[in-house]
């Protein structure tokens, strides 16, 4: 009779023996692996606790990992965590991005065999407690005796109480051709930037009579918002007028920039620029040459006006030479070595001066 439960007890053992198998240490992130912080403020600094439980049978044993380069991972107090206990893990990052998205990862290593890294991620939206929009204008083809304007904003987030404190015209000469006045924007205009609490509309205008060329301006505004003291504007584009400047292919009509590059000592260099005065005032209009510099490297001469087309245009030759045997010198354009300027004075009734760089080194 035994016999005949042999088998029915051999069953009943496997059963039970597979019943006893161990778990080891697992690993299980209480509220999961990934946190959304919402809205953040751009440069701050935020933080999140996670909890990571063992639900194993066996000692759990954590390890710090890596981290992306904007998150910080808190000293893991307890890095042994017994069956059924909980550690918490904090995780600090500072929301230092360009963009609207983040999202920062940091890795925990477990001897848990299913589970041998943990990785937590907190991502969210990033704003700004004031944001400039757009935080560049380019104004292109500018007629020199019209002038024109346009409108930026800045937003507050957050705050309801934002103020423009003072602002800062960069280029000096530019300068006086430039306004910029604020009033406070309307709530149709705070509906086109979510998020917005409070906003200013800014009118920028460009006065007539800016001198031919690029218009390189940066505007710098002081907020009341400590986090966000200072902004920048910048302002560019380029101001066309009766008067124009031709030449060969050196020089950068649109930036009215006369490029020698590196020029050999005992060569020199020149080049042949061609102003052109057009318009109703083109007989009336005389050029003469006001400044240069650096003068004792660059030969200028401003030729008679020539009538060309039947008088339609007035012709200024312009000789620009760097003369051989000259002294040394870097006038290249960057940082350290600023450009030489050639400036030519007008009786045109808005364009009173014509600047041109040159750009050139002498070896």
Not at 194 to 201: M, S, V, W
Not at 255 to 279: M, N, P, Q, W, Y
Not at 281 to 291: N, Y
Request: net charge negative; hydrophobic share 35%.
């Amino acid at each position: 009779m035994a016999s005949q439960f042999e088998p029915h007890n051999q069953a009943a053992g496997a059963v039970a023996s597979a019943g006893l198998e161990r778990k080891g240490p697992q690993a299980v992130v209480v509220a999961g692996t990934d946190f959304d912080f919402g809205v953040g403020q751009r440069n701050s600094t935020l933080n999140h606790t996670f909890q990571i439980r063992n639900d194993g049978d066996e000692p759990l044993r954590l390890e710090k990992g890596g981290t992306s380069c904007k998150c910080t991972l808190s000293d893991i107090k307890k890095s042994e965590v017994l069956p059924g206990e909980t550690v918490e893990i904090r995780l600090d990052w500072k929301l230092e991005t360009l963009g609207e998205e983040f999202r920062q990862t940091a890795e925990i290593q477990t001897n848990d065999p299913l589970q041998r890294t943990v990785v937590l991620a907190v991502h969210g939206t990033v704003t700004d407690l004031v944001r400039l929009d757009p935080q560049e204008l380019t104004f292109s083809g500018i007629a020199a005796d019209e002038g024109t304007t346009a409108t930026v904003y800045v937003y507050g987030f957050a705050t309801q109480d934002l103020q423009i404190l003072s602002q800062d015209f960069v280029n000096s000469d530019t300068a006086p051709f430039f306004t910029l006045t604020w009033r406070s924007a309307t709530a149709e205009e705070l509906k086109t930037k979510p998020g917005a609490t409070c906003g200013l509309a800014g009118t920028v205008t460009v006065k007539p009579g800016l001198p031919l060329g690029p218009i390189n301006q940066t505007i710098q505004l002081k907020t009341n918002v400590p986090e966000a003291q200072q902004l920048e504007l910048a302002v560019n584009g380029s101001v066309i007028s009766d008067i124009s400047i031709v030449g060969p292919a050196q020089f950068s009509e649109k930036r009215s920039t006369l490029t020698f590059g590196t020029v050999e000592r005992d060569r020199g260099a020149k080049a042949t620029l061609r102003i052109l005065v057009k318009g109703p005032r083109r007989a009336d209009t005389k050029l003469t040459l006001q400044k240069v510099d650096p003068e004792d490297v660059l030969a200028v001469k401003l030729g008679e006006a020539q009538e060309i087309n039947a008088g339609a245009v007035y012709m200024y030759p312009l000789q620009v030479e760097i003369p051989p045997g000259t002294r040394l010198v870097n006038r290249l354009g960057t940082d350290q070595a600023k450009a030489g300027k050639i400036v030519i004075e007008t009786t045109h009734p808005t364009m009173k001066t014509v600047p041109i760089q040159v750009r050139f080194a002498v070896e």
